[in-house]
């Protein structure tokens, strides 16, 4: 059909199975009771037991397939003792960001109600920011297909940190837009660069291009802080910040902090947008000691879900979609304002499927 979404789906490794069976059947259920069409999902097989089985990370054709589809969902990839001659983890998206230039990773840190706060300050119930990762280069292009070691030896290794002024302008604008986004949302969109210009001169050129940018954008409020401090500054005061937009490393370690402080990286939603292709994942590994026993939280692959469908809606123009992704949010919003999501990685009662159902139980009741 002309007019069939087409999402590849990657379950991957451990409990990202798990969580994008429960991603798949919220979406689905979204969408049915919105009374759309039915996705059209095409599975790719890849990650570390694929690899264990045939040698590849991804089955053939598989990044193509992918590429084809309108968006991505991944559950998550990679085992920790699978790995590479190199000694890395197996890691096939990695390519595929690289592939389809999925240069802006938008990270949200959101605190729920009912949920442990691990700061203190009441205000901490207030946190609801979002970290915008360079998504390719930084010190992340080393791991690119395109990438290259200057040394490797028993004695020494030296890695390539690449920041180009074409995908700093075009981060930078996505942040910007985002910032404007969230504005008309009345939400927190104070945008800050995050960087370390004091000490690298590629964190300068980063705060540069960052300068340059926001002179198109003359309503939106900027500000920066060096990484070091942001990380201080993400256990003193993370409820004052909107977006943070920052190098590739840094929004990886940072992302981690920040779903710390809002319950673990079960709540930690992910979504890598290029201009043409959108990939869909919870932040999390793929914690294989837990996997297939109803212990993980689904809640991050499933607003991740979310994530996608409002990417979707606007990508094609259909609102439709994105009454489907606010149905899931609110139910979600409203499963912790009732009490009724206890996810047992916060110390709750409640598994991987328990969840799964009554997220789908709330969308029902808000549709009622």
Not at 237 to 242: K, L
Request: charged share 25%.
């Amino acid at each position: 059909m002309e007019n069939e979404i087409k999402i590849a789906l990657i379950k991957g490794d451990g409990i990202g199975i798990d969580v994008a069976e429960a991603a798949q059947a919220v979406i689905n259920r979204a969408i049915e009771i919105k009374q759309l069409p039915k996705l059209a999902y095409c599975e790719i097989e890849a990650g570390a037991r694929y690899y264990q089985k045939t040698g590849l990370d991804i089955e053939p054709d598989g990044e193509e397939m992918a590429e084809q589809c309108d968006a991505i969902l991944l559950g998550a990839i990679g085992l920790p003792t699978v790995r590479t001659s190199a000694g890395t983890e197996i890691m096939p998206h990695l390519r595929l960001r690289e592939r389809m230039d999925l240069y802006a990773a938008v990270r949200p840190v959101r605190a729920y109600s009912n949920t442990p706060q691990r700061l203190s300050d009441p205000r901490a119930a207030e946190i609801d920011l979002i970290i915008l990762r360079e998504n390719t280069e930084g010190l992340f292009y080393t791991a690119s297909t395109s990438g290259r070691l200057q040394i490797a030896n028993d004695y020494e290794v030296r890695e390539t940190l690449r920041i180009t002024r074409s995908n700093t302008e075009k981060l930078h604008r996505f942040a910007f837009r985002l910032a404007r986004k969230r504005k008309h949302q009345g939400k927190n969109a104070l945008l800050t660069c995050v960087d370390k210009a004091n000490v690298f001169k590629s964190m300068a050129f980063f705060r540069k291009i960052f300068d340059e940018i926001a002179m198109e954008f003359p309503g939106i409020e900027t500000s920066y802080n060096h990484v070091d401090a942001q990380a201080l500054d993400m256990v003193r005061r993370p409820w004052e910040f909107g977006i943070l937009v920052m190098e590739n490393i840094f929004g990886d370690i940072l992302s981690d902090l920040g779903g710390g402080l809002v319950g673990g990286m079960g709540m930690a939603p992910c979504a890598e947008i290029g201009d043409r292709n959108g990939l869909f994942q919870p932040s999390h590994g793929t914690a294989p000691d837990i996997m297939g026993q109803d212990l993980a939280n689904p809640l991050a692959g499933i607003l991740a879900g979310s994530m996608m469908l409002d990417y979707l809606a606007e990508s094609r123009n259909d609102q439709s979609l994105a009454d489907c992704s606010t149905l899931i949010d609110q139910s979600i919003e409203r499963g912790f304002d009732e009490g009724r999501l206890r996810p047992c990685e916060s110390g709750g009662d409640m598994g991987t499927q328990a969840i799964t159902e009554e997220v789908i139980a709330l969308i029902n009741e808000t549709e009622a």
